[in-house]
């Protein structure tokens, strides 16, 4: 999927490979341990340490759709499409860049979210395809003018597709949303992440406020249309 940055490949091992165990990536902190396994320039599989150097990075130049973790794990040419794993041997990321934004930067690369992989391959093994969630809203980060609605962040909801998912579930222009399911959702570009990592169809549950109160409201999400 060019949009991710994430391929299946089917393979025919000539002995039965392990699986690696799945970790939860929405249970790490800065300054966590991590493991970068690779085959930097093709030496051969290599392991790296570091540390998580931040969490949820946006990087321009990728995709509407990252939110990197960012590690100063030493990531070279070869070891993209590798695992990022905790201390417990889990795999919580893919090693997919490094910042090329100067030529003496070091220490700092980045991974796919292992939350955000598992959506995409599970949908590209089952269907040969993946699709992106839509909620069939259009917002903004919440600013001063939003207070009334007793929110200091999240997404104010300024628009909302006729028949689509939201309007459906009865959210309407004027409210807040700050979580789906149970991810918070603090701006537009965490929203935007979010919901487009939930396969089209899955039933999810949309937390916000309207005028100071708190409320839920259950959808099921439609499918984003390729630009």
Do not use: C
Not at 82 to 92: F, K, M, P, S
Not at 168 to 173: L, Q, R, V
Request: hydrophobic share 40%.
């Amino acid at each position: 999927m060019p949009e991710t940055d994430i391929a299946v490949l089917r393979t025919q091992p000539p002995e039965p490979l392990q699986p690696i165990t799945a970790g939860d990536d929405g249970k790490l902190a800065v300054g966590d341990v991590v493991l970068a396994i690779g085959n930097p320039y093709g030496i051969g599989q290599t392991v790296t340490q570091g540390i998580v150097s931040a969490l949820r990075r946006h990087v321009g130049g990728f995709s509407v759709y990252d939110q990197f973790i960012q590690t100063d794990a030493a990531i070279n040419p070869g070891s993209s499409g590798g695992a990022l794993v905790n201390l417990d041997g889990e795999l919580i990321g893919l090693n997919t860049s490094v910042f090329n934004g100067a030529k003496d930067a070091r220490g700092i690369s980045f991974a796919i979210p292992a939350r955000m992989l598992f959506s995409i391959v599970d949908q590209l093994i089952d269907k040969g395809t993946a699709s992106q969630g839509w909620l069939g809203i259009s917002g903004r980060d919440v600013a001063l003018s939003a207070l009334r609605n007793r929110a200091t962040s999240g997404v104010f909801v300024t628009g909302v597709y006729q028949g689509g998912p939201a309007d459906k579930a009865g959210i309407k222009p004027g409210d807040v949303i700050d979580g789906l399911d149970e991810l918070a959702t603090p701006d537009s570009r965490s929203l935007q992440y979010v919901s487009s990592h939930i396969a089209p169809q899955s039933e999810v549950t949309v937390h916000g406020r309207r005028n100071g109160k708190a409320f839920k409201r259950h959808l099921v999400m439609g499918k984003r249309q390729r630009q």
